[in-house]
């Protein structure tokens, strides 16, 4: 697993020729995994998502992950944060990590969000956290 501060120079991607003969780079298929946790009293919690490539790279995957609020708030329910992460030549999986933050308010169950983009910052997968109040909100 990687993340933060990372070297990303040195990626690559598969690119193809469009009706016109411009070539443009092949998205890459991708696919994460929405979680639910249960927020706990103190402290942080350090939630894992499965970042899954449809297919392994020959060459190594440089990729984005940015995390942040779709109903929580950040700095309060969870660390907003924004890092790199590189998968290896034919790695297709790697855990992401999201930081809740617990406390002991009453509050409705509350979302945050998981974009993670190539290096041409076209999102390519997207997933949700779901943050399920354990203090009866």
Same mark, same amino acid.
């Given at each position: 697993?990687s993340?933060?501060?990372?070297?990303?120079?040195g990626?690559?991607?598969?690119v193809?020729a469009?009706?016109?003969?411009?070539?443009e780079?092949q998205? *890459?298929?991708?696919? *994460?995994t929405?979680?639910?946790?249960?927020?706990?009293?103190?402290g942080?919690?350090?939630?894992?998502v499965? *970042?899954?490539?449809a297919?392994?790279?020959?060459d190594p995957?440089?990729?984005?992950?940015?995390?942040?609020?779709?109903s929580a708030?950040?700095?309060?329910?969870?660390?907003?944060?924004?890092?790199?992460?590189t998968?290896?030549?034919g790695?297709?999986?790697v855990?992401?990590f999201?930081?809740?933050?617990?406390?002991?308010?009453?509050e409705s169950d509350?979302?945050?969000?998981?974009?993670?983009? @190539?290096?041409?910052?076209r999102?390519?997968?997207?997933?949700?956290?779901t943050?399920?109040d @354990?203090?009866?909100?």
């Open positions: 697993t993340q933060g501060g990372e070297d990303t120079s990626s690559t991607s598969t193809v469009d009706a016109s003969g411009t070539q780079p998205v *890459l298929a991708a696919s *994460l929405d979680v639910t946790v249960l927020e706990g009293d103190s942080s919690t350090t939630v894992p499965t *970042l899954t490539l297919e392994p790279s020959t995957v440089t990729l984005t992950v940015t995390i942040w609020s779709a708030t950040a700095g309060e329910d969870f660390v907003a944060e924004t890092y790199t992460v998968l290896d030549p790695q297709t999986e855990d992401l999201v930081t809740v933050l617990n406390d002991k308010r009453k509350e979302t945050i969000v998981v974009d993670v983009s @190539d290096e041409y910052g999102v390519v997968a997207t997933s949700l956290v943050i399920k @354990d203090a009866g909100g």
